[in-house]
Every structure is written in C-alpha cells, then in structure tokens.
C-alpha cells in the first residue's frame, strides 16, 4: 500500500491488503460521548468488503462492559467481529494473584473488572499489590491530589499494575486523565510499574490468538492493519509487534499538532518531521488521515 496523507482512500486499497483490522475505540469511533458516523461506516465497508474487525481498546474493564457501552452509544454491531480490552488480558493477571492482598486505585464504575474473580481486597495501608484502573474522579482530580498515596506505595516498595496505559482521551472536547497517566506519575517518583493493554504485545498476541481461533485461516502480520489515534500506545504497539499502523490525527494527539502548526494545515513531509523530532522510537505510520473516512 503507498503512503497516505489524505481524505481520499479507496476501501479496495485497504481490503486488497489487510484481512484483519485492529481498530482502536476512543478517539476513533467515539469521543467517549458521540460515535463518529464516518468511521462506523468506514468499517462497515471493509467489513462488507469481507475484512475481519477487532476493536482493540484499553479500556480497563472486560470487553462484555465495552460492548454495552458501544450498545447504549447505538454502534452497528456489523462494523466489528471482536472486541479485546485492556481489562480482558488484566484479568488473567488477577486470576494469578491468589490471596495477595490488592488495593483497587480507579473508580467504581471500573469494578466489573474483578466481576467473578476471588480477590482478597486491602485498604492501601495494608495492600501487598495495586491495580490501577484510572483516577477515582477523572472530571475533578488531578495527579497532586495522588502525591501522599504514591509515597505511601513508594515505602512499600508496592509494584503498581496499570491497567489502561493511556496517558489521556478526549472525552467531548475535554481532556481528561487515564491510569496511564497515575502510573507515569508513580514512575516518576521511582516506582515499579507493570502494564497490561497497548503498546505491549501481549494484548496483540491475545487479539491475533482470538481471530484465528475463530477463523478457518491464520492471518500473517503483513496482513494485518492497526488504525488508532495514540501514537505511544496504538502507534507504537503496532510498530513493535511488526503490523503495519493508520494514524487519525483529530484523536488525543489533535490539540498537539494544532498548536506545533498554529492551526494551519500540515503535509506528510511536516508530519514525518515531527515524528522523527518528538517520537523518533515510533515507526511511522503506512497512512494518515484526520478522521476514518474511506
């Protein structure tokens, strides 16, 4: 497929090289309150067309949670075959855990996350493990309001586990925290950190193990296309699991690029460029474009 920079993409080009689509879900096909009706119908094309869709999010909560809020939002069910979430492959974590006491750091609406699993949960004083699901208010918090619970981790040595390694999303036209950015703020002051969702492969390994479980064919990764908006996560993970990657500009990275080019329009050239002086560990994207739109 020839570099892309544009509005103008042929589903026949797409579909005539890539049998499987790993699309991201916030900041692709939603903004966490509206879908985006042109990548619903982008993905119904290739989906007509005869490709097999994987949405691969980092929410961190089971994929059944997702599913539902993509119900409630009115997403077609016929543009997606999959669903794998970051708190899918988070569990299998939890599964292991066995009487390890476990501090949940993130909110009540991610508690489906532990739905049917026996954990032995802790308060944070007494926690041997920490899982982290996002800010206990992402709308009001903000990472200071986390300083004293963090040094009390750091002098336990607790290893903090994030499930959702997002930095940030745009939730309408706010920015708000996710866990990755909790987990980064841990980092910073000297803690351990592990991560479960993108950029790291076993999320990948997990949704590839799922689509030829349920397909009569093995896909090869020269047949498979990552579409999202995160460049250290979706960008990123894509390059280091050897998939080719789609970037969509007007996602978490919009406010970024908009205010390194005063608003004005940018070439490939430029966007390379830019790659190459701020994300120079990222393989560049095979296509980009402002919204999905073929």
């Not at 739905?115 to 004083?125: A, E, G, M, T």
């Not at 390379?272 to 474009?289: C, S, V």
Request: glycine residues 6%.
């Amino acid at each position: 497929m020839r570099d892309i920079f544009s509005n103008n993409i042929e589903i026949t080009e797409i579909i005539s090289k890539y049998k499987v689509i790993l699309c991201d879900v916030w900041g692709v096909l939603h903004n966490g309150k509206d879908l985006f009706e042109n990548a619903v119908e982008s993905l119904l094309k290739y989906s007509k067309s005869g490709g097999y869709i994987v949405l691969i999010t980092n929410a961190p909560r089971p994929s059944i949670d997702v599913i539902k809020q993509l119900n409630q939002m009115g997403l077609n069910k016929n543009c997606y075959n999959l669903i794998v979430s970051s708190g899918d492959v988070t569990r299998f974590w939890l599964q292991s855990l066995n009487k390890t006491s476990l501090y949940h750091l993130g909110p009540e609406r991610d508690k489906s996350i532990f739905l049917d699993l026996d954990i032995n949960f802790s308060n944070s004083k007494n926690c041997q493990s920490v899982l982290c699901t996002g800010l206990y208010n992402d709308e009001t918090d903000v990472l200071d309001d986390y300083n004293d619970l963090m040094n009390l981790f750091l002098s336990k040595k607790i290893v903090m586990h994030c499930a959702n390694p997002d930095l940030t999303v745009i939730r309408g036209d706010k920015t708000i925290l996710c866990a990755g950015s909790l987990a980064e703020y841990y980092a910073n002051k000297g803690g351990q950190v592990k991560y479960f969702g993108k950029p790291f492969e076993y999320i990948y390994e997990f949704a590839i193990k799922e689509v030829n479980k349920n397909n009569n064919f093995k896909v090869k990764k020269s047949e498979i296309l990552a579409i999202g908006d995160g460049l250290k996560t979706d960008i990123l993970g894509a390059g280091n699991f050897g998939i080719d990657s789609f970037f969509i500009i007007n996602g978490v990275h919009k406010n970024e690029l908009n205010k390194r080019y005063n608003n004005n329009i940018f070439t490939q050239e430029d966007f390379n460029n830019y790659m190459l002086e701020f994300y120079p560990d990222i393989k560049l994207p095979i296509a980009t474009q402002e919204k999905l739109e073929w």
